[in-house]
């Protein structure tokens, strides 16, 4: 019974620790590059983890900053995000995207831009520098939606600029 008991208890103090791993930063992002046909924009929707976001706007700002009830704080952070991110055609001439909003919800904080969808783009170069200049280890994975089937792109490691071909000229 004792030796049934230790184990239960091991469990228990195993799962506590992985729970209370979950409450800390993940390091990883997720974005989302919809082609929109009815509006011909191409919207960007990036999802941070918002304790990810607490901690980076005191290191990039202020020990103060707070992503939480301070708009100023927001705005920087989506400023900081659209710096971090391009997106590029095949001859590697920047999209123009621009800040359309940003909110917390959730868990998440998101940052939306978007931009006009050119004539006859056969694909994209991006690039995904959020949080990466802070935390090597965070990954951004990005998915392009709308053109064919769902495109995932991974930023990791020294991945900077990465490429997503569509196989025919998207109007």
Known sequence: MGRMLKQWGLVALLYSI???????????????????????????????????????????????????????TQQQFADYVSERFTLLNRQEQPLGLKIIGYETQG???????????????TGLKIQHDALRDLWPS??????????????????DGN????EVGFNSAHH
């Open 107 to 121: 868990k998440f904080f998101w940052v939306y831009q978007e931009t006009e969808q050119p004539p006859a783009l």
């Open 18 to 72: 992985s729970v209370s791993l979950q409450a800390h930063q993940i390091k990883a992002a997720i974005t989302t590059v919809l082609f929109n046909p009815r509006t011909e924009n191409i919207e960007v929707m990036h999802r941070f983890n918002l304790h990810d976001a607490e901690h980076a706007v005191k290191a990039l700002f202020d020990k103060q900053a707070d992503i939480l009830d301070d708009k100023t």
């Open 138 to 155: 965070q990954v951004n994975t990005l998915n392009v939606e709308g053109v064919g089937d769902v495109k995932t792109l991974t930023f």
């Open 159 to 162: 991945a900077t600029l990465l």
